[in-house]
């Protein structure tokens, strides 16, 4: 459950940072082929939603198959963005968390979604219960803190991850 209340906070971030700069999305949308910068704002917001979605779904419900399921769609498009990028050796701005943190499409997105991946596809076919069971079964509230303080950790390490392979990344690019 930790390490998916991480993802889903990683979710929630990246959602709500998007949703308000969603130029920052639209112009992704576009630097990938879409022609409509209006198209490209919809999808903006349209994909935060959806992420936003998610990280509520995996906070209550980690357990469900269809958030699972969708869970493993979104990250394999967020990978298959990044492996596309990579191959293509095109330096793009990923906007993944809107304007909060600078990220780009490459090796750190394809690390941080195979870890993201890896946790959802750990929650198929389990039994980890979600905050919503924890709640029913009356967890105690200093358990309760305590899995919110080491799911945001997880977070920030998610995040750091991404942003020091990114750094390495265009320091070693740099230097060649």
């Known amino acids: 459950m930790i390490f998916s209340m991480s993802v889903g906070f990683l979710l929630l971030l990246s959602g709500v940072m998007k949703m308000l700069t969603p130029n920052s999305a639209a112009n992704l949308f576009v630097e990938l082929g879409l022609n409509s910068f209006q198209l490209s ?13 998610l990280a509520i779904s995996l906070f209550l419900v ?9 869970s493993v769609i979104i990250f ?3 990978l298959l963005v990044n492996i596309k990028s990579l191959t293509n050796k095109e330096k793009k701005s990923c906007s ?15 690390v941080q979604s195979l870890i993201m991946l890896i946790i959802v596809f750990l929650n198929i076919g389990t039994e980890k219960p979600g905050f919503l069971m924890l709640v029913n079964n009356k967890i105690i509230l200093h ?9 945001v950790l997880g977070t920030i390490t998610l995040i750091f991850i991404r942003s020091t392979i990114d750094t390495i990344n265009n320091n070693l690019l740099g230097k060649l």
């Open 41 to 53: 704002k919809l999808l903006g917001i349209l994909f935060s939603i959806v992420e936003i979605f």
């Open 62 to 70: 980690s357990e469900s198959l269809l958030v699972n399921i969708i």
């Open 76 to 78: 394999s498009i967020f």
């Open 96 to 110: 993944c968390f809107g304007k909060l943190l600078k990220t780009e499409l490459g090796y750190g997105g394809i």
């Open 143 to 151: 358990e309760l803190i305590l899995v919110v303080i080491v799911s």
